[in-house]
């Protein structure tokens, strides 16, 4: 009998779900969609075959090395294309009207009016209004557009995340829907996402109880979204990246999550929002406490191009204070894993490599963390860095570690440069 309920429960909502992505979706003129991207086309071109698509969809196909019509499959004659103004003006239009052009739309955009109601209200639970609302972003990008520019949405949105900090399904909803809105394209998605984080910093007593909240207690998902937030309301600010830094045990928190053979995309996010917010000495100082040097160097032995890439970037902003390269050097695998690193890092993620080593061997003159290096070929490695050409300051700090380096082996420069051949003349260390 249970079993028959539960199973009557489970197609229950799946109705229900069904009936609200129904009655959510907005329902976009098919000539307004891309061929390719399906999305809206911001910047309608046509090609010679007369087919029109999205300018940045249809640059990246023929970038690729495609010859022919992606709709046709016709071999293209000529790769030009010539806007099409028209069907430009159109879309324009459309999106500008806030009423498109069928009933499924504007009926979306009467329950978005309701829902934002409650949630202003407090006429429904703000958990259920928020799944709806979440929901609604899920299902397209013209959704999460109209949603971000709809009236009301930014001060709606704070306030049921400001008001959410002791219910977990709440507050998942809120952090979904504003990771949905933050992330949307186009530059009116882009102004709604800058008044609403100013409302957020503006409650940020509130809203930032609510953010603990679910880095504490959410899922794994709501956790990674809760980061990418964090790292857009911490925008190109100085002061919002202090008040991001200064709440209360939020660093030592997101430290916490970042492990060697831990989720991938987790620490992606979190060493992304580390590096921006890391803007005082008392907030590199509180990750250097927190274990995150020790993290950061075992994951950079095994991490992917771009964990590593952003390994990098940590060490270098944190090997900026006295705490961060004394740990740095107590860590066994952290210079030997820059070090391997900087042989083929590309020249953002070499430069901070170069840094850390910099730091190291010549700011702190650390004579153990040095003589590694040194056995390890270093005075190689940046000698073929320097060859790639790099601004002064960069290539300065090279040579004073060949300087450093060379001091360390045991019969000089030669013998790092024994087992090394190359016709390269106008690269001398010093």
Not at 92 to 98: K, N
Request: aromatic share 4%; with cysteine; glycine share 6%.
């Amino acid at each position: 009998m249970c079993e028959t309920k539960a199973i009557e429960t489970t197609h229950k909502n799946k109705e229900t779900m069904a009936r609200v992505r129904e009655k959510l979706y907005v329902t976009v003129p098919s000539p307004f969609r891309c061929p390719i991207s399906m999305d809206v086309m911001r910047s309608p071109v046509s090609l010679c075959t007369g087919v029109t698509y999205d300018r940045s969809s249809i640059q990246q196909w023929l970038e690729s090395g495609h010859d022919t019509c992606p709709a046709t499959m016709q071999v293209l004659p000529s790769k030009d294309f010539i806007p099409n103004l028209t069907l430009h003006r159109l879309i324009r239009l459309w999106l500008l009207s806030g009423e498109p052009f069928s009933p499924e739309s504007r009926s979306s955009g009467d329950h978005l009016r309701v829902l934002l109601r409650e949630i202003q209200t407090g006429a429904e639970d703000l958990a259920v209004s928020l799944s709806k609302i979440a929901e609604f972003a899920k299902i397209s990008g013209e959704n999460r557009r109209l949603l971000a520019t709809f009236p009301g949405f930014d001060s709606a949105i704070v306030r049921a995340l400001a008001g959410s900090s002791s219910r977990i399904d709440a507050s998942e909803n809120a952090i979904s829907i504003l990771d949905s809105v933050f992330r949307a394209n186009g530059d009116a998605a882009s102004g709604a996402g800058e008044r609403v984080r100013r409302l957020i910093l503006d409650t940020r007593e509130e809203c930032f109880a609510s953010i603990v909240f679910v880095l504490r207690n959410g899922s794994l998902k709501s956790k990674i979204e809760t980061v990418r937030v964090l790292e857009f309301l911490a925008g190109d600010d100085f002061r919002s990246k202090r008040w991001i830094a200064e709440t209360r045990g939020l660093l030592s928190l997101l430290a916490s999550f970042f492990s060697d053979g831990g989720n991938e995309e987790l620490n992606d996010a979190v060493l992304s929002l580390l590096v921006v917010v890391s803007v005082t000495q008392s907030a590199k100082v509180e990750l250097v406490r927190s274990g995150l040097v020790e993290a950061v160097s075992k994951t950079l032995v095994s991490a992917g191009s771009t964990t590593a890439e952003r390994c990098l970037r940590m060490l270098a902003v944190v090997a900026t204070c006295a705490e961060g390269r004394a740990a740095m050097a107590a860590e066994p695998s952290c210079a030997a894993a820059v070090l391997e690193r900087l042989a083929k890092a590309p020249n953002a993620a070499a430069e901070d490599a170069v840094a850390v080593l910099w730091s190291l061997c010549c700011l702190c003159g650390n004579v153990k963390v040095r003589d590694d290096v040194a056995k390890r070929n270093g005075v190689v490695v940046i000698l073929l860095v320097m060859q790639r050409g790099y601004e002064e300051h960069v290539r300065s700090m090279c040579v004073d570690l060949i300087k450093a380096l060379k001091g360390a082996c045991k019969d000089g420069l030669q013998l790092a440069l024994g087992s090394y051949d190359t016709k390269t003349t106008h690269i001398k260390p010093c």
